[in-house]
């Protein structure tokens, strides 16, 4: 326990420079703007740093959680649970922002120039693809591929069918599940030393951010921006908290306390994919099964985006206001299910809120494309929000399905809230606490006695 002390306290000090990183970001931004975009690479740089480690972290928590799990029959209730909570969750999100948009009406009285129309346009993204495409694309090229290419939805496929496989061999597969674990500690540990990047990388991001927008942007479209924070901050306290409190009995600022250190790197980063390594361990951490962290996280990071539904709806309604062609009701509702619809597919692509609304609107209402140019100054801003918001619905979502399919021990929830078992920042996993709960009622193989080099044997 005193080893885990001084952990926490090295990792204290990480935090607080990612906080004076963010605050000197902010201040290169307003006062030296042209020097604070050429500050891009560092953000970009860190982000791509942590989405190295994405797939190999994603694959091996699929494969030890399927693979020690007896029936399969287990695994595809919690897959069915998962694409069914999201896909109501999704319709919520459209709601409330249809709602919203509705009542502020924002984008009365914006003027439309050449060169926010030619913005628009460019926001266009050729990589969002049709929905059979974006279904097809599951499938990768090769069993490696899948690797190389950063997909999270290949990682996936390739790490249910290979956790299947070994669940199908029984005792012949061990060893191959005890390599995974072995790779499975590597990757964490290779984690957690990029995170010690993270101030430089916030500065970076912000800097570059705040440089490129400035306070021009931000006064112009402040009704916008702020009406997004706004119902983002309720959907999530209302809407997710009264889901936790009345499913899992959980106070949902406990659960985002706990989650404050991914709270502060997305914030900033501006992407929630930078957070979702520490999110699968530290809801394992927290009491989830394997099975139920591996596959809910990964696929909710392309399914379960409650934030950029909020965001594509409001900027929708936003941009057919400034445009001087408000929708009704009945053209609202059919607009808003295409770009539910095609947001699947720009799942993974680069900025995929504003790239989503682009090409949404290219293929639906082609007529409203020019209007995009209108909030690229401020999408940067609200990205944070919706990546927020994204990952707040991610991490409540896991321990909602997590107590539907009675994959939690809620004695360790309750431990880890309370901070009697503090997660290990070093390693990113519970391997040296003596204290951490049983595994074996969570669908995970039973710990096995630890060699002279402290590895599992």
Not at 111 to 138: M, N, R, W, Y
Not at 190 to 213: D, K, N
């Amino acid at each position: 326990m005193a080893t885990g002390a001084v952990r926490r306290d090295r990792t204290h000090y990480l935090y607080i420079a990612v906080i004076i990183a963010v605050a000197l970001g902010i201040t290169v931004g307003l006062a030296a703007p042209e020097f604070a975009v050429e500050l891009k690479p560092l953000g970009t740089g860190f982000v791509n740093l942590i989405k190295m480690m994405i797939s190999p972290i994603i694959f091996c928590t699929i494969v030890l959680g399927i693979g020690s799990v007896r029936k399969a029959a287990k695994v595809g209730a919690v897959g069915g649970i998962a694409l069914g909570y999201f896909l109501v969750m999704s319709m919520v999100a459209l709601a409330i922002g249809l709602v919203v948009g509705n009542i502020l009406q924002p984008g009365d009285g914006l003027a439309l120039t050449d060169a926010v129309k030619e913005a628009g346009q460019g926001q266009v993204s050729a990589e969002a693809k049709p929905p059979v495409e974006f279904v097809l694309g599951i499938i990768p090229t090769t069993i490696v591929s899948a690797f190389t290419t950063g997909e999270v939805l290949q990682t996936l496929l390739v790490a249910l069918l290979v956790g299947f496989a070994l669940q199908a061999m029984g005792s012949v597969g061990e060893p191959v599940l005890r390599g995974v674990e072995h790779i499975q500690r590597l990757v964490f540990r290779i984690l957690a030393m990029v995170m010690w990047a993270a101030p430089i990388g916030a500065f970076g991001a912000i800097a570059a951010v705040t440089g490129s927008a400035g306070l021009d942007a931000l006064k112009s479209l402040a009704v916008l921006m702020l009406g997004f924070y706004v119902t983002c901050f309720l959907f999530v306290v209302i809407v997710l908290g009264t889901l936790l409190r009345l499913v899992a009995g959980l106070n949902i600022l406990t659960l985002f306390k706990y989650l404050g250190r991914e709270f502060l790197l997305i914030l900033s980063t501006s992407s929630s994919e930078s957070a979702l390594p520490r999110l699968i361990a530290k809801m394992e951490h927290l009491g989830v099964s394997k099975p139920v962290v591996g596959i809910t996280v990964p696929t909710g990071y392309s399914f379960n985006l409650d934030g950029t539904m909020i965001y594509m709806t409001m900027a929708s309604l936003f941009i057919a206001d400034a445009m001087g062609r408000p929708m009704s009701i009945g053209e609202q509702i059919p607009l808003l299910l295409f770009l539910f619809v095609a947001s699947k597919g720009a799942a993974g692509v680069t900025g995929a809120g504003l790239a989503t609304l682009a090409g949404g609107l290219q293929s639906h209402r082609p007529e409203l494309v020019d209007g995009v140019g209108l909030i690229v100054g401020i999408d940067r801003f609200m990205s944070e929000a919706r990546a927020l918001t994204n990952f707040a619905g991610n991490a409540v979502a896991t321990v909602l399905i997590g107590t539907w399919t009675k994959e939690i021990d809620k004695a360790r929830v309750d431990e880890v809230l309370a901070g009697r078992i503090p997660f290990d920042e070093k390693t990113l996993l519970d391997d040296g606490h003596a204290d951490a709960a049983p595994e074996t009622k969570l669908g995970v193989p039973e710990p096995r006695e630890e060699d002279e080099a402290g590895l599992k044997v």
